[in-house]
């Protein structure tokens, strides 16, 4: 019977880069600048490292997995280089992770990077997906795939649709406004609900400020078991509650049934993730989120996706407050993909860096001031109908 | 053995544009157009051509059963997409043929499509069916008069033994060396001599010669004459050349100048198939090809042709309009102008012939699977369905799904993407009977649809590739009153 991974791993150390437009810097820089903070959070030397994962999902620093053990001159460990789309990021925690929980290794550590203003594109840059896909696949983008949830939770639940477009802005305001407080963030100046609601359309109904930044950045994650943690001194200490995947089996573009409404993965991976976690009411027990907020519409549907709000209230809940700073379960403290930026390889450890800070009380200026019990974190790689997702839940103790 | 026109079918795209409009772009430089001015032409979508739209009047065309009586597939015009690829192969793979039918492309003459037609009836006596179909989408230089008289349109015929809707009574042809108009292997727009040269030496002179001939060989009178179907580039002339001949004035196919243009090789089959929609049990037909000589055949409209409606009648077609006003467009949709496209436009994507060979059916034909297992359909098919059956490998049976309705299920308008017409529009489309995709709209009337609206498919262009290949796909418009078609 597996017993899955919690309690097993402590999180020694993290860092993140700045995320943005970093015209200064390349890959193995932003790299070097993530692990940095990590390294010298961890408190050991980097040639105690026994293995690295590598998150990258472009193209910007060479093949493989060597360009992280060449940014850091770690010689002659093993690294391996993982890529789940959006994903990326937790992807490559879940190697450390379970390298730890094994036994295999005392000492791991996630780096996800991406480098994607060298690509001259505005948005995320085009590329092939296969000859197939190519073949047989719509004329799509990012944007356009979660777009579309929009249309599907609108003709599902039957709300107006000023009322979405509405919800769509705050939930884009509040995340301007909370990024406001992060010295790291990508995007830092506040939006009014006129200027999200009346910005010009990407795809419909998704207007320029429901989609997130596309930034440059890296984060890093150094994991070990919680008892030499606590031989090394560590007082207090973050572990895994739960990290779980789920990826479509197809079941969305192919079968039956789903009506574009919600994200099928997500509810998969949530359930999973809270029994390993041993959380009942995921709404009581869960204090703090940060969520794949690619687009404003993939964050409300994801509130229900999560058990945060009831079916069809998200978008409710969202213009209530409830997901706002001073909210009941702040979402996006840090900024979120929206305003933090969205590095897709470094993504997912930068949801669980924030969460990380909060539940150690270091998040300076944005830090929450209730007790948090639990952070979650929620990453999606793909498009609503075809993708993984993977959601990590770490806690004190 | 009975054998004649068994079945027809036409497709006008849905843009029409004014003439005025180009009239009011470019008579600054060359006034005589203004005198064109009149109607307005059909014109193909960006992602429209010849193949495209012979694929639509062919699918038009079919019956609901006899797909599999079909020979042989004859695609005629003078654009054809490919120089060296079979355009007709393409086509038998888009109408689900079987692999053993004989494909050919015909060219070289605006006459192709009459000399096409009188090859499949000769056929058809010796037992062969022959799907036949005529399109054309011609190029013109901006600011020409060939550009306000073209339209783009297709045509197709279903010719072989059987009860004839419309039978044979004779055919005859002329070849001359008669250069009206020529264009060169690598050329993009065609050449044209002076009119009244064509009109009296060609069209006055040449025609009327043939068809007295060919009436003559048939034994009958030129009164005896129900409808000339015979319409030039040039407007008018079919009036003249029915007094000439003393084929009565009544007689005179109504000419789709003001309503279509001159739509080239199509034109004659179109004009016929848009006959035979009003055409009574009896009449006779004269129709007439030009193009290096020409080609008279006089047809006998049986009674079987009586309330026989094909799937897209071409009067709904010419209801199915959308009015283009903007010059600049239509010259970018039909590559006489060259816009700033932007970095996502560069993105080139090769469609492997190996891939494309080993799942033609699925990407040419629509077809996709049903399990059976579940009876569960899904598009594409694959190894083990999607729909659980203890994922047992290979009980997925072709499914064809191009003339299924379907219904939105996901709607969106991305103005991200690179389009030729933005926004890109797309959305996840569930057939009745089950099946879904992601497909491309197009033919949008407005770049917006709801959830649970009616769509049906089209054979259309995906992307050019920057080698010059192109990629066919299938796309989802919405049904309306004047497109319904059939349900299997």
């Keep these: 019977m597996a017993s899955g991974i919690r309690d097993k791993v402590a999180i020694l150390g993290m860092g993140c880069s700045r995320f943005g437009e970093r015209w200064d810097t390349d890959g193995p820089s932003l790299i070097v ?176 400020f429901d989609c997130c930044g596309v930034s440059d950045g890296a984060a890093c994650a150094i994991v070990t078991r919680p008892e030499i943690a606590r031989a090394l001194g560590k007082k207090d200490i973050v572990t895994i509650k739960a990290l779980q995947l789920a990826a479509t089996g197809g079941w969305e573009a192919q079968g039956a049934g789903w009506d574009y409404s919600y994200v099928p993965t997500t509810r998969a991976a949530a359930a999973r993730a809270y029994r390993e976690a041993g959380i009942s009411d995921p709404a009581r027990d869960i204090g703090l989120t940060e969520v794949h907020d690619c687009f404003s519409i993939t964050e409300l549907v994801t509130m229900e996706d999560l058990g945060l709000s009831k079916d069809g209230a998200a978008w409710r809940d969202v213009l209530d407050g409830r997901f706002d700073a001073d909210g009941q379960i702040p979402c996006q403290i840090d900024g979120g993909l929206k305003c933090f930026g969205h590095p897709i390889g470094a993504t997912g450890i930068r949801m669980v860096y924030e969460n990380y800070l909060q539940l150690l009380g270091r998040a300076g200026e944005r830090q929450v001031s209730k007790d948090i019990g639990f952070a979650l974190s929620h990453n999606l790689g793909g498009a609503p109908f075809h993708n993984i997702c993977s959601i990590a839940i770490v806690g004190r103790g | 053995m009975m054998a004649g026109i068994l079945s027809y079918g036409s497709y006008l795209p849905m843009r029409r544009l004014p003439r005025q409009v180009i009239a009011d772009a470019t008579s600054w430089f060359n006034g005589a157009l203004s005198g064109l001015g009149r109607g307005e032409r059909s014109v193909a979508n960006w992602d429209e051509d010849t193949l495209t739209m012979a694929v639509e009047a062919c699918r038009n065309c079919l019956p609901e059963a006899g797909r599999d009586a079909i020979g042989q597939l004859v695609l005629a015009s003078t654009t054809l997409p490919f120089a060296d690829r079979q355009n007709a192969g393409i086509a038998k793979e888009a109408l689900l043929l079987s692999d053993r039918t004989h494909t050919l492309d015909i060219t070289g003459s605006q006459r192709v499509g009459t000399s096409g037609l009188i090859a499949a009836l000769e056929a058809a006596v010796s037992g062969k069916t022959t799907l036949l179909a005529a399109a054309d989408r011609r190029h013109a230089s901006a600011a020409s008069a060939a550009q306000m008289i073209n339209g783009d349109a297709g045509a197709a015929l279903l010719v072989g033994p059987g009860e004839p809707l419309a039978e044979l009574v004779c055919a005859r042809s002329m070849s001359v060396d008669f250069v009206d108009r020529f264009r060169a292997s690598d050329a993009r727009h065609d050449y044209e001599w002076e009119g009244r040269w064509i009109r009296e030496e060609g ?65 004659p ?98 077809v996709g699977g049903k399990c059976r297992e579940t009876g569960v359909v899904q598009y594409p098919r694959s190894d083990v369905s999607v729909a659980g059956n203890a994922r047992t490998r290979g009980t997925q049976e072709d499914y064809p799904l191009a003339d299924r309705i379907a219904r939105v299920r996901s709607f969106t308008a991305d103005y991200l993407a690179y389009s030729p017409d933005p926004p890109s529009c797309y959305g996840i489309v569930e057939f009745e009977g089950g099946g879904r995709m992601i497909a491309d709209f197009t033919d949008l009337p407005e770049p917006s649809l709801e959830v649970g609206q009616a769509v049906r498919m089209v054979f259309r262009l995906k992307r050019t590739d920057q080698r010059g290949f192109r990629h066919y796909f299938w796309k989802a418009v919405p049904v309306t009153d004047q497109n319904t078609r059939r349900q299997d």
């Design chain 2, 269 to 366: 089959l179109l004009q016929l198939a848009a006959t035979l929609e009003r055409a009574t049990a009896g009449e006779v037909i004269c129709l007439v090809g030009f193009g290096q000589g020409c080609d008279v055949l006089l047809l006998r409209v049986t009674a079987a042709n009586d309330g026989r409606k094909p799937a897209a009648r071409f009067q709904d077609q010419l209801a199915r309009r959308k009015v283009e006003t903007n010059y600049t467009r239509f010259l970018y949709f039909s590559g006489e102008l060259e816009f700033e496209e932007g970095m996502r436009a560069e993105l080139d994507i090769k469609t492997p012939p190996s891939m494309l060979y080993r799942d033609r059916k699925t990407i040419l034909g629509l």
């Design chain 1, 33 to 208: 600048e993530a692990f940095q903070e990590a390294i010298a959070d961890a408190g050991i030397d980097p040639g105690e490292l026994q293995a690295g994962w590598f998150g990258h999902a472009g193209n910007a620093v060479g093949p493989g997995a060597v360009p992280l053990a060449l940014a850091l001159r770690l010689h002659n460990i093993p690294v391996t280089r993982v890529e789940n789309a959006c994903a990326t990021g937790t992807e490559a925690l879940r190697g450390a992770a379970y390298a730890v929980a094994s036994g295999a290794c005392d000492f791991a550590f996630a780096l996800g990077v991406e480098k994607l203003k060298d690509s001259g594109y505005g948005g995320l840059p085009g590329g092939s997906r296969g000859p197939f896909y190519d073949a047989t696949n719509a004329n799509m983008t990012a944007p356009g795939t979660f777009a579309q949830l929009a249309s599907g939770y609108r003709a599902r639940h039957g709300m107006a649709a000023d009322d979405l477009k509405r919800a769509m802005a705050h939930v884009s305001v509040k995340s301007h406004a909370n990024a406001t407080l992060n010295p790291k963030a990508h995007l830092r100046t506040p939006i009014t609900m006129e200027q999200a609601v009346n910005a010009p359309l990407v795809a419909a109904p998704l207007g320029l």
């Design chain 2, 203 to 267: 069209y006055m002179s040449l025609v009327t010669q043939l068809v007295t001939e060919t009436l003559g060989e048939a034994g009958l009178r030129a009164e005896e004459v129900d409808h000339l179907l015979f319409e030039t580039p040039m407007p008018g002339v079919e009036a003249r050349l029915a007094k000439a001949l003393g084929i009565r004035a009544g007689a005179v196919a109504r000419p789709l100048f003001l309503e279509v243009g001159y739509t080239g090789c199509a034109h």
